[in-house]
C-alpha cells in the first residue's frame, strides 16, 4: 500500500522481496544492494510507523528527515517499476529461422544494457539509504520524539459555559430532544431509553446536549454530564459520574470495577438522566452502560458521537431513533455570523457583504466554524481586502489565521482518529474541486489504481475499498449523497471546513498539488508533485502553469476547462489519468498514451474526443477504462488486448467490440448496443466468467440482421453469465423492443442475480423473476401491469426497491396483500391508475417510500372512494402522490387528498406527503409516472353523467 505518512515504503518492501524471490535474472552485485537497500528501509519503516503514533508531537528535525525518507520510498518504486518494465520485455514469442536468430541478439544487447543501468542505478539507490540511515544516527532522530506531551486546553469546554441568550438555531433541536427524553417518563411504560446525537464536529452536539441537560433539572431525581474523549481515563470518567448524581462517600482507593458497582447501587431505584459526550468507540460506550442500570423508572442516557457506528451500538439490544443533528440553515447562520461581528446586517458595510456570504457558504452551517470566523473577522477592519485575505484561508488551509485555531483543533480530531490507511484514502479527496459530488464507484477505482487499498477480512480490493468509502462517512468525515433505499451512499461530497482541513494537511505531507486560477484554491508546494489536480481553471488562462517535472506524478486530474495540457511523454510513473468536462481535450493529446506503462486508471467523461489510438492496447495493466458522454462512435480493436481491465464505461451506441471473449478480466461493462454489435460478439459475451454488471442498450429498429438471431444469441450470453457470476443487469429499451425483444427462455441462477432493471422492453414480467431469491432491486416496464406481477414479486424475500412502470392503465384494481413484500422499502408505481390500489393489512411492513399516481373521478366511480389502505403502512416515512383531476367534479380532487392526508395520519412516523393536483389532457404524457395517453375521458365522464 501507498500511504500519506509512509509515502511507497510498504509497496517498495513488498517488491524488492518480489525481486530477489521471483525468477529474474539479476546481476550477484543487485542482489545484493538489494538486500542492503531492504534491510535499511524495514528498519526505517518500523521507525515511521513509530512517529505516526505521536504526530502532533515531531519537531521539524525529525519532520525533515521523514519527508527524505518518504521522498526517497516513492524515487525507489519508481525505479523498481522500470526495472520490472524492462525485466518483463526481455522474454517474447519465439520466432524461428534467420528472423529469431537476429532478435535473440538484438534482446541479448538490450538485455546486457538493462543489466547494467539496473545495477548502476541500484547503487545510487543503496548510497542514498545509507546516507539517510547515517543521517538518523548523526542528528539523534529518536531521541527528539520521547518529549512529554504538550498540555493542551480543549476548546469545547467554553460550549459547557454558553449563556442560552447567545444561542442561535438551537430552539428547534433542543425542543425536539427534550420532548424525546421527557415523554414516557411518568407513564406505565417507563423503561430506560437511550438517545445517541451523532453529528460531525463543529456541528454543536456538546452545547446541545448541554442546553437540553440544563433544561431536565428537576425532572430526574439524578443526572450528570460527563465529556469522554478521544483518550478517556474511565476511573475519572466514572467518579465524575458518581460526583453528579450526588453520591457522598466516594473513596480514592477504588478501582473500576468498584466504581461501577456504585453507581449502579446508587441508580437502582432512582430516575436519572446521564449524557456522555463525546464517545469515540463501542469499548467505551459497553463499559459505561454497565454501570447505568435498567431500572424502569423512566431514566435516559443521552450520547454525543461522531461516529454513527457508535450511535447504532447505543440502541442495542432495543431498537432507538438516532437523531442527526443538521447544520444551521442559512437564515440562523447568517443571524449568528452577524451577531459576533455587528450585531445586524444593516452595520455590515455593503463592500464586504459579498466577501461574507462567501465566507459563510463555506461554514457550510457549522455553529463552530461561524463562531470561529466572525470572531477572527471582529478583530479586522471591515475592509474587502482584509476579509478576502481570511476567504483566501479558509481555501487553502485552516492554520494560517490564529483565529481558527480552536476549529482546526476540533476537526482536526476527527482527522487523528482515522487509521493510517484511512487518513491517506481522506486525503486523496483533495484531488476533487469544491462541493464536487465524488462518485464512489470512481473514487474507489482510483483509490485502487494508486494502491492505498489492501485487500483485508476475506475482501477483494473493490469490497474492501467500499468499507473504506462507508467508513469515513460513519466517522462523518465524508458527507453521503445519492442514498439508495437500502441506506447504501453512492456518493459523497467533502464539508468546506473538512476540505480546507485535508488540504492543509495535505500540504504538509507534500502529497496533492492543486491548481486552480483563483489563487486561494491553488496549494503550489515546491517539493516534487506526486498527484497533480487542476480544478476548473477560467478559460482567459486555460492551461497547466509553469511546474517543475512531471515524472514523479502518480494522479494527474483535469476538472473543466484546459486549453493547453503537457504532454504524456512528460509522465513516467502515472497510475491515474482523470479529465472530467475538459472539453478543449483533442485526439492528438492522447497520441503518446502507450508509453504510460504504470498506467491503471484513464477517465475521459464528457471530453470530445471522437477516437482512441491503438496504442490504447498498450496500457498493460489498466484497470479502469472510462468513456461515458465522450464523442466516440467506436472503440478500437486493440481495445481487447487490455487483459487487466476490470471495468470498461462507454456509451450506449457503440458497438460491443469482437474479441471481448479476451477480456477474461471484466467485471463490469457498461454499456453497449446490441443490435449495432456482431453476432460472433454476443456469442463471445457469455464466455466473460467474471462479469458481474452488465448494462446495454436494445434498439431493434435499423438492425441489419435477424431480430430473432440477435435475441437468441443475446439470451444464450445471458444463460451462461447468470450461472457464474453475474449480479446486476441493466436492458434500457425503445418503442420498438415491445415486440420484437423477450427474456422468457432466460433464468439465470436464483441466488446470484441482485439487481434487474429492464426499461421499455418487456411485455410482461417474466415467471422466473419471482424465483430469484437475493433478488433485491427490480426496475421494470411493462405493456399492462396486473395482479399476476405484484404476485410474483411479492414472494421475493429480499427484494427491497421495486418500480414498476405501465404503458397502460392496469384493468382491475391491483391489490397489495397481507404478508408480501415483507423487506420492502420503496415503491414506485409508474402509471395512471383507474381502477385503484389497496394495501391491506400487515402488507408492506417494511416499507418507507411509496410512489403512485391516480384518476380521481375513475378511482371514485371503481371504487366509491379514496381509501388505499395507507394508513396500513406502518413504517412510512415519505409518500409522493399525484392526482389527475381531470374531469373530476368540483370537490372530489379535495375529497381525494383529504382521504389521503386522513389515512396517514394515522400512521406512526408522520409521514412527509407531497401531494400534487394536475390536469392532464388527451396529449399530455407523464413521462415520470408511465407512458399512458388518457383518452378522451371527459366524453366518457359527460357519457356517466347522462347515463
Known sequence: MASAAFGAMDSVLSKLTDLLTFQYKLLEEVKQDIIFVKSELESMHAFLKKMSEVEDELDEQVKCWRREVRELSYDIEDLIDEFVVHLKDETGCELHGIPSFISQIAKSIVSIRNRYQIAKKMRGIRAFVGEASRRHKRYKVDDTISKPNKVTVDPRLPALYKDASDLVGIDGPKHELISWLTGGVSGPEQQLKVLPVVGSGGLGKTTLANQVYHNLEGIFESRAFVTVSQKPDMMKILREILSGIGYNGLEAAWDEGKLIHEVRKY???????????????????????????????????????????????????????????????????????????????????????????????????????????????????????QWESVNISLESGLDKHIGFEGMNWILSLSYNHLPQHLRTCMLYLCMFPEDY????????????????????????????????????????????????CNGEAMSCRVHDMIRSLIISKSNRENFVTIFSTSEAASVMTPGKIHRLSVQYIDEECGMVPMLPTLSHARSFSIFGHCNKMPSLTEFKVLRVLEMDDCWKLENHHLQHIGRLSQLKYLGLRRTPISELPEQIGELKYLETLDLRLSHLTELPAAIVRLRRLVHLFFDSNIKLPDGIGEMQSLQQLSSFDVCRSSVTSLQELGSLSNLRVLVMAWRSFGMIGDVKTYNNNLVSSLGKLGASSLRSLYIQGYNSSLQ??????????????????????????????????????????????????????????????????????PQERLVIHDQCFECLKEFKFMCLLTEGLEFQVRSMPSLERLCFQFVAWETISATGGFDFGIQHLLSLKEAVVKIDCFAAWAGEGNAAEAAIRNSARA????????????SANDDDMEEDFGFVVLGRRMQQRMSQSET
Request: with cysteine; aromatic share 8%; net charge neutral.
Open 267 to 385: 441508580l437502582r431505584f432512582v430516575r436519572y438522566c446521564v449524557v456522555l459526550d463525546d464517545i469515540w468507540s463501542i469499548s467505551v460506550w459497553e463499559i459505561l452502560r454497565c454501570a447505568l442500570p435498567e431500572n424502569n423508572r423512566g431514566s435516559r442516557i443521552v450520547v454525543t458521537t461522531r461516529i454513527t457506528d457508535i450511535a447504532r451500538a447505543c440502541c442495542a439490544p432495543r431498537h432507538c431513533d438516532i437523531y442527526h443533528l443538521k447544520p444551521l440553515d442559512n437564515t440562523s447562520s447568517r443571524k449568528l455570523f452577524l451577531k459576533r461581528i455587528c450585531g445586524s446586517e444593516d452595520s455590515l458595510p455593503s463592500q464586504v457583504k459579498g466577501v461574507a456570504e462567501k465566507i459563510l457558504k463555506k461554514c457550510g452551517g457549522m455553529p463552530l466554524a461561524i463562531i470561529s470566523i466572525a470572531s477572527l473577522l471582529a478583530t479586522k477592519a471591515q475592509t474587502k481586502e
Open 437 to 484: 459530488i465524488i462518485s464512489k464507484e470512481m473514487l474507489v477505482q482510483q483509490w485502487i489504481a494508486e494502491g492505498f487499498i489492501c485487500p483485508e477480512h476475506g475482501r477483494n480490493l473493490e469490497e474492501a475499498g467500499y468499507y473504506y468509502f462507508n467508513e469515513l462517512i460513519n466517522r462523518s468525515m465524508a458527507q453521503p449523497v445519492d442514498i439508495e
Open 740 to 809: 420484437d425483444f423477450s427474456l422468457d427462455l432466460w433464468c439465470p441462477a436464483p441466488s446470484l442475480l441482485r439487481k434487474f432493471v429492464a426499461n421499455k422492453c418487456l411485455s410482461v414480467i417474466p415467471s422466473w423473476l419471482g424465483l430469484l431469491i437475493n433478488l433485491s432491486y427490480v426496475n421494470v416496464d411493462v405493456l399492462r401491469a396486473a395482479q399476476r406481477d405484484l404476485d410474483i414479486l411479492g414472494e421475493l424475500p429480499n427484494l427491497i426497491f421495486l418500480r414498476i412502470g405501465s404503458e397502460t392503465a
Open 907 to 918: 400512521l406512526p412516523n408522520n409521514p412527509l406527503l407531497n401531494i400534487e393536483r394536475f
